[in-house]
């Protein structure tokens, strides 16, 4: 299961199951389109340990 804003998509062998309140509608994979964008971010507090970190910078410098 994915959650995507207000929707929910179930995997399924032939279709994408899309639930959105109470509401289910399927998708076939040949009629999906999927988009991605990579973003960066700095992380004001401490990543889950399970978390994969795929690069570091200092976000400031202090000069006295």
């Given at each position: 299961?994915?959650?995507?804003?207000?929707?929910?998509?179930?995997?399924?062998?032939?279709?994408?199951?899309?639930?959105e309140?109470?509401?289910?509608?399927?998708?076939?994979?040949?009629?999906?389109?999927?988009?991605?964008?990579?973003?960066?971010?700095?992380?004001?507090?401490?990543?889950?340990?399970?978390?994969?970190?795929?690069?570091?910078?200092?976000?400031?410098?202090l000069?006295?």
């Open positions: 299961m994915m959650a995507v804003g207000k929707e929910r998509l179930y995997f399924l062998p032939d279709v994408v199951l899309v639930v309140s109470g509401n289910v509608g399927a998708v076939a994979y040949d009629q999906l389109s999927v988009q991605w964008q990579d973003s960066h971010f700095i992380e004001s507090d401490g990543v889950p340990s399970d978390a994969r970190i795929a690069s570091a910078r200092i976000a400031s410098i000069l006295d």
